[in-house]
């Protein structure tokens, strides 16, 4: 099936500094992807909508100057939470539209700023 | 807002079956029902997916109401490896991206 690879794991970064996180669709196109964050046992929560060669949508309340979502390629989207603060802390998902199984998600990203 | 609205919480022993249930009252035509579950600090994994017909994979069965106004995910034989959160969301297929957004999702817990 769909391999959505996302990277890193985790990261634990200072606050103030700025972190990538990507999101490759390793066997299939993906002209849009999606990031989610969840805090703990919550649901996830969708941020942005990215799609290839534009610019990413946002949802309401989602500052996009904050949460900078790159999208350059047909299997690569990236979202860099931009100085990054303890609040920023959660687990952020990508997921790619694949047209076999219908959405196909990332392992997730832990961030920790401290 | 999400399109779906399933039960907090449920228990199911060991080796019976689990039945998760999920409402979708205004599911547009083309729109398909899609479960993923998901397992503490991971990515939501794909279980199956229909469209009106019931549907049957290694993983799970699901059944569609004949309206498609409420669906059941099936599996046959839980082990505790199914506890996770299990959510029910609904989209269409074709017609350009269309973003899912997620309910609450249904915790399954497994008890030996």
């Known amino acids: 099936g769909a391999v959505v690879s996302q990277h890193p794991s985790w990261v634990i970064c200072k606050s103030g500094t700025s972190v990538k996180i990507e999101c490759r669709s390793l066997?299939?196109?993906?002209?849009?992807m999606f990031w989610y964050r969840q805090f703990p046992k919550q649901s996830l929560m969708l941020m942005a909508t990215?799609?290839?060669?534009?610019?990413?949508?946002?949802e309401q309340g989602v500052e996009k100057d904050k949460f900078l979502i790159n999208h350059a390629s047909l299997t690569l989207s990236t979202l860099t939470v931009t100085s990054a603060h303890p609040e920023d802390s959660s687990f952020y998902i990508c997921?790619?539209?694949?047209?076999?199984?219908?959405?196909?998600f990332g392992s997730g990203t832990r961030l920790t700023v401290v | 807002d999400a399109k779906t609205t399933q039960p907090t919480s449920m228990d199911c022993a060991e080796g019976r079956a689990a039945n998760l249930p999920c409402n979708h009252s205004?599911?547009?035509?083309?729109?398909?029902v899609y479960w993923y579950r998901q397992i503490h600090s991971q990515g939501p994994q794909y279980i199956i997916h229909?469209?009106?017909n019931n549907e049957t994979n290694e993983m799970a069965s699901l059944i569609i109401t004949e309206d498609r106004k409420s669906s059941t995910l099936i599996l046959p034989h839980a082990t505790l490896r199914d506890t996770a959160v299990y959510y029910c969301?609904?989209?269409?297929?074709?017609?350009?991206?269309?973003?899912?957004?997620f309910g609450t999702g249904t915790k399954l817990q497994v008890i030996p």
């Open positions: 997921s790619a539209r694949d047209m076999d199984y219908g959405y196909t």
């Open positions: 066997d299939f196109q993906a002209t849009t």
């Open positions: 990215s799609n290839e060669g534009s610019k990413a949508t946002y």
């Open positions: 205004t599911i547009s035509g083309n729109e398909y």
């Open positions: 229909g469209l009106k």
């Open positions: 969301i609904v989209s269409a297929r074709s017609g350009g991206y269309q973003k899912v957004t």
